[in-house]
């Protein structure tokens, strides 16, 4: 039987991490992140204000072509970041701080909301939860060069949204697991814990 489960959370926090070791678990398909195959990710780095609604609006596009098909997919799938995240968190704060204007945005919401109505919902959100300190202390690690000049205020912006998402976010179950002092990567116990609670969400 079909299972279709998306993995939500902060930038850094370990998303792709637990998608690529539960997909490998359960033998099932893995959809991943878009980011290379966005044409102005370049110059949004460059140029916030000229460029955010563009990125975003391939994002959103490229998130719908994604969960629709993974939707009418036979086999079961994890997806890393859902179309939901993409707007509700990561356009909101674009917008929030000014790099995408009123006009653009009331098209890109008009866009989403008719989009989020319609598109059948995964099975099951798991959202990874973590504190700032330890979010913005990942990014660091992963060293990325487009993330070298992100503040302790952009990641606080990003979990303040997440969590009022997530907290009235209704399409499907949520599990939400609290990440801090978990590690679902080089910890077995953690990994396996997760493991057993998960059992109650997927349909054999």
Known sequence: MKNFIAIAGNMGIGKTTLAKRLAD??????????NEANPYLNDFYKDMDKWAFHSQMFFLGKKLEFQYNLWKDKESVIQDRSIYEDAEVFAQNLYNQGHINERDWETYQQYY??????????????????????????????????????????VEDLNDLYDRWIGNFDKCPVLLISYDD???????????????????????
Do not use: C, G
């Open 25 to 34: 678990h359960l033998s099932w398909e893995l959809s991943e992140e878009p």
């Open 113 to 154: 909301k008719t989009i989020s109505n319609i598109l059948p919902a995964p099975d099951l959100i798991i959202y990874l939860k973590a504190s700032v300190d330890k979010v913005y202390d990942r990014i660091r690690q992963r060293e990325r060069p487009y993330e070298k000049d992100i503040t302790k205020k952009y």
């Open 182 to 204: 978990m590690d679902f990567k080089y910890s077995k116990i953690d990994f396996d814990s997760f493991l057993k609670e998960i059992k109650q969400y997927i349909k054999v």
